[in-house]
């Protein structure tokens, strides 16, 4: 049963960066793409974007100049970073996990991120 | 436009049936794309409920009922996702997804009332 569980600081300042972290259990880390999606309080989800072990990453172009993420395999771990971030950027933020030949989508509990001075 | 719309709301009786759309823009044509559906409680992530392409094509969740399916209605460009014998379980923000332009897209969501 594959399981992730986001971890992160809560809060970030502006024009910080934000940096979250999934850990990953239960899941071949070729066997899957990891994604991030976040959802805004009272809306719908967005996503963030996706990278592969051995691919390069997928970014959502909204937020494709301020964006990284990375996969650590020998952590069983991938992580996000979004730079200068500003409260537009205040959701809870999911990390998910997409079966490559499955196409099954199982997501993390979510992290809630507030962005605030 | 955006590409999913959906209805912000719906309301529905207990034992009833409710059908929740979800339509592409104009510009894209709803019979190339499998549509993914998604239930959401507060304070949970989405769950999946089912996806459809086609009758041919689609793949139900793991513990969804029968009454959770899907089709598509090609004259309005839609998916849609029917819900018979409402139970009050069933409230919850309901979301469309897609993938599109080599992006996943969501819809912005309806929230399901059953009164």
């Known amino acids: 049963q594959v399981h992730l569980q986001e971890s992160g600081p809560g809060l970030v300042r502006p024009s910080e960066t934000l940096s979250l972290t999934c850990a990953v259990s239960g899941a071949s880390f070729n066997s899957y793409y990891w994604a991030w999606i976040r959802q805004p309080a009272g809306k719908g989800p967005d996503w963030i974007g996706h990278?592969?072990?051995?691919?390069?990453?997928n970014y959502n172009p909204s937020l494709k100049s301020r964006l990284s993420m990375s996969v650590d395999t020998s952590k069983n771990q991938f992580s996000l970073e979004l730079t200068s971030v500003t409260a537009a950027d205040t959701a809870v933020y999911y990390c998910?996990?997409?079966?490559?030949?499955?196409?099954?989508?199982?997501w993390g509990q979510g992290a809630l991120i507030t962005v605030s001075s | 436009q955006a590409v999913l719309s959906q209805p912000s709301s719906l309301s529905a009786s207990p034992g009833a049936s409710a059908s929740l759309t979800c339509t592409l823009r104009?510009?894209?044509?709803?019979?190339?794309?499998?549509i993914h559906w998604y239930q959401q409680k507060p304070g949970s992530p989405p769950q999946f409920l089912l996806r459809y392409k086609s009758d041919s094509d689609n793949q139900q969740g793991s513990g969804v009922p029968s009454r959770f399916s899907g089709s598509k209605d090609a004259s309005a460009n839609a998916g849609i996702l029917l819900i018979s014998g409402l139970q009050s379980e069933d409230e919850g923000d309901y979301y469309c997804l897609i993938w599109h332009n080599n992006a996943w897209v969501f819809g912005g969501g309806t929230k399901l009332t059953v009164l």
């Open positions: 990278v592969h072990s051995s691919g390069s990453p």
């Open positions: 998910v996990a997409v079966g490559l030949l499955t196409g099954n989508w199982y």
């Open positions: 104009s510009d894209i044509n709803v019979g190339t794309y499998k």
